[in-house]
């Protein structure tokens, strides 16, 4: 997956028109969403909607100027350093208040964009359009902050606080959830598999530390290789994949430390594998809190989801090592 760097100027423009339609797209139904009990919010997000539509106008006209009709298909999820977003709006009722956070990312995301393709466009015209247009969605941003003080009461909110909240979930919850979701989950099937084989504490122990270990080394890496921070505005690639690295093996670790019990304690097998499915179900409650405080998944459906998926990797392991 090639970075925005090493785009042609035909690639990077082709991006820039395909995102506005994209953006063009998700403010319509923003304002189909708003139109019920938002009259005002309606005509905002349909205002930027016809923006964004301008903008590709624009974009696409200068793109013909230069390279002809055709247009090649290169969207952001192409591009590595673009955020990975669910299309959340297609799939749910927001809230304005989310619809809010959502345009503030969005906006931030695109003015660096467009900062940062200005910087390695070779044209002047080209140049000077995308200065103008980092500029334009700077404002929106603006625009955006404006929706929560019209609609939703007397609570102070601005800008600033709400961008850097969605941010800090981007920056520190996601990684760390990943990594807790998949620390507690995938070490399940060695850990319980080496329990049932063996029935020995010490090497149960040593085989959950080596896949807790493995693991946060592994998805650490993998974190910090998929995203450089520069566009998506996710921060410093080292930091997120520590968090991520960090949150694996913590998971992995929870419910590995029961088998230190010495294996001379009476029933010191049964305990330390009872204590390790208490410790389980405690890290599948923590993932669900996470899930709906920060990603607003419902509590119910989200313990369902872990426990399911975390129910069968361990009956996976249990089942292996009882073979």
Request: charged residues 25%.
């Amino acid at each position: 997956m090639p970075t925005l760097n090493e785009l042609t100027e035909r690639e990077v423009l082709a991006l820039a028109i395909s995102s506005e339609e994209e953006d063009s797209r998700i403010y319509q139904m923003f304002a189909e969403q708003c139109r019920e009990n938002f009259p005002a919010s309606t005509h905002l997000f349909e205002d930027m909607a016809a923006e964004e539509r301008q903008h590709r106008e624009n974009l696409y006209r200068l793109y013909r100027d230069r390279f002809g009709e055709h247009l090649p298909a290169i969207r952001r999820e192409h591009v590595r350093g673009f955020l990975r977003r669910k299309p959340i709006w297609l799939t749910k009722r927001l809230s304005l208040d989310r619809m809010r956070q959502e345009v503030a990312v969005m906006e931030l995301e695109a003015a660096k964009f467009y900062l940062r393709a200005a910087e390695q466009a070779t044209d002047v015209s080209v140049r000077e359009l995308y200065t103008h247009l980092a500029e334009v969605e700077q404002g929106h941003e603006k625009k955006a902050a404006e929706l929560e003080d019209e609609h939703l009461g007397d609570q102070e909110k601005n800008e600033e606080k709400l961008v850097q909240h969605r941010l800090f979930v981007l920056q520190y919850v996601q990684p760390g959830l990943t990594g807790l979701i998949d620390g507690s989950v995938s070490t399940l099937a060695p850990l319980f598999a080496a329990a049932f084989a063996t029935h020995n504490n010490k090497d149960t122990f040593l085989v959950g530390l080596a896949a807790s270990l493995g693991a946060g080394i592994s998805m650490g890496i993998s974190e910090a290789m998929a995203d450089d921070g520069k566009i998506s505005g996710r921060g410093s690639p080292t930091l997120r994949g520590l968090i991520c690295g960090l949150m694996t093996a913590a998971g992995g670790l929870g419910h590995t430390l029961p088998y230190l019990i010495p294996s001379s304690w009476p029933n010191a097998f049964l305990t330390a594998t009872a204590l390790a499915g208490v410790v389980v179900a405690v890290e599948l409650i923590v993932i669900a809190w996470v899930r709906t405080r920060y990603m607003e998944t419902p509590f119910f459906r989200s313990v369902v989801q872990v426990i399911v998926g975390g129910a069968l990797v361990l009956a996976a392991g249990a089942v292996i090592g009882s073979s």
